[in-house]
């Protein structure tokens, strides 16, 4: 139990373009979703935290503006990258959760190149 | 935030050998876990353990809340326990940095 998936698992794409990754709760209901990103040789640094229906929460120093999440379904959320630059490379990872537990399970992350 | 340091940051081991990583964390916490990255980049859940011992075949893991620590141990560790070990703590989970263990044949 407790499976999620993203999609795409590498993506690359032309600076200037949006990109958009998709993160799903396979066989459990995820109110919280949330997405990491994980630079060469560091480790993972969160960037929001979405519930279910209510607007993603940004860490600091995270433009939501370029950092387009949204949490429509108890087993699906999306991150899209718009604008992408090549400092957007990365490796992006998401997480779910379900209600009234605190273990979180990640997905297999996607690895983005803008060139 | 709450700090999260691990140590060792790296970690080369015989196969078969023990060893032990630590995590110390900065504030109470009510949640805690374990994982391991492995070379494509998933991270593994070992465990979630914000208090007490659990074990899980080779694998075990101590925390100790009230001083702000946890440990764990691999026993006669395998070359597919290479990777990176990290501990993650609180609800929205602040990673430490990692260490990266090495078992070779």
């Known amino acids: 139990g407790a499976v999620v998936s993203q999609h795409p698992s590498r993506v690359i794409c032309k600076s200037g373009t949006s990109v958009k990754i998709e993160c799903r709760s396979l066989?459990?209901?995820?109110?919280?979703m949330f997405w990491y990103r994980q630079f060469p040789k560091q480790s993972l640094m969160l960037m929001a935290t979405?519930?279910?229906?209510?607007?993603?929460?940004?860490e600091q120093g995270v433009e939501k503006d370029k950092f387009l999440i949204n949490h429509a379904s108890l087993t699906l959320s999306t991150l899209t990258v718009t604008s992408a630059h090549p400092e957007d490379s990365s490796f992006y990872i998401c997480?779910?959760?379900?209600?009234?537990?605190?273990?979180?399970?990640f997905g297999p992350g996607t690895r983005l190149t803008v060139t | 935030g709450i700090q999260v340091e691990q140590s060792p940051p790296d970690l080369i081991l015989q196969e078969g050998a023990n060893s032990t990583l630590r995590c110390n964390f900065s504030?109470?916490?009510?949640?805690l876990q374990w994982f391991h990255q492995n070379p494509w980049g998933q991270l593994i859940n070992l465990f979630y353990?914000?208090?007490g011992t659990k074990q899980n075949g080779r694998l075990s893991a101590t925390t100790v809340a009230t001083e702000r620590y946890s440990l764990l141990y691999i026993s006669s560790s395998q070359t597919t326990d290479s990777g990176v070990y990290f501990c993650?703590?609180?609800?929205?989970?602040?990673f430490g940095a990692g260490t990266t263990v090495t078992v070779r044949a």
């Open positions: 997480s779910a959760r379900g209600a009234r537990v605190f273990e979180q399970y």
């Open positions: 066989d459990f209901q995820a109110t919280t």
């Open positions: 979405s519930n279910e229906g209510s607007k993603a929460t940004y």
């Open positions: 504030d109470s916490v009510n949640n």
């Open positions: 353990i914000p208090s």
């Open positions: 993650a703590v609180d609800y929205k989970l602040s």
